[in-house]
T-cell receptor, first 111, second 113 residues
């Protein structure tokens, strides 16, 4: 199976930057996903990385290093609405699209 | 619009009763999944199905059952054998090569009373 680790909680101020790290141990890596989940709601897709490097999408960026089994999600210019849980999920080549999720990182944005 | 629909949004069950959660998708996705989420925790896989009339157990299948008689539908039954069923249940679907991973339903919150 896979081990996917991410911090439990992070707190940051409105307008600041927060970086959420995710480390994983897996065989047959086939992509890493980040989702945002507000309390009581379904997760929504944020980003997908399968090759090393940085993917930028507006205020959100995601980075992947396959050799290190490491990814991060960078949230810039934090807004109050960014307070949510952020889930890291890994797909493997033998899983036929099945994702393994980390426990999620709760981000709290303060005024 | 294509999407995935879960119903009901809130469900209350008495101890000892079976209850079925509905999940329907019109995205023509082959694969469907059921996850359970407990407060402050990540998603844990209950069952998944890659094609009609076939499904496999996930990490926490005990006390649950599913069927996949139609491509569009993947209902989950929470049986009385599930000792701690109070949780948030998420259904998802996907197709091979889809770079957004899953499309999720809006979830069902099940509470045992």
């Amino acid at each position: 199976g896979q081990n996917i680790d991410q911090p439990t909680e992070m707190t940051a101020t409105e307008g600041a930057i927060v970086q959420i790290n995710c480390t994983y141990q897996t065989s047959g890596f086939n992509g890493l996903f980040w989702y945002q989940q507000h309390a009581g709601e379904a997760p929504t897709f944020l980003s997908y990385n399968v090759l090393d490097g940085l993917e930028e999408k507006g205020r959100f960026s995601s980075f992947l290093s396959r050799s290190k089994g490491y990814s991060y999600l960078l949230l810039k210019e934090l807004q109050m609405k960014d307070s949510a849980s952020y889930l890291c999920a890994v797909m493997t080549t033998d899983s036929w699209g099945k994702l393994q999720f980390g426990a999620g990182t709760q981000v709290v944005v303060t005024p | 619009d294509g999407g995935i629909t879960q119903s009901p949004k809130y469900l209350f069950r008495k101890e000892g009763q079976n209850v079925t959660l509905s999940c329907e998708q019109n995205l023509n996705h082959d694969a469907m999944y059921w996850y359970r989420q407990d407060p402050g925790q990540g998603l844990r896989l209950i069952y998944y199905s890659q094609i009609v009339n076939d499904f496999q157990k996930g990490d926490i299948a005990e006390g649950y059952s599913v069927s996949r008689e139609k491509k569009e539908s993947f209902p989950l039954t929470v049986t009385s054998a599930q000792k701690n069923p109070t949780a948030f249940y998420l259904c998802a679907s996907s197709s091979p090569g889809q770079t957004i991973g899953y499309t999720f339903g809006s979830g069902t919150r099940l509470t045992v009373v």
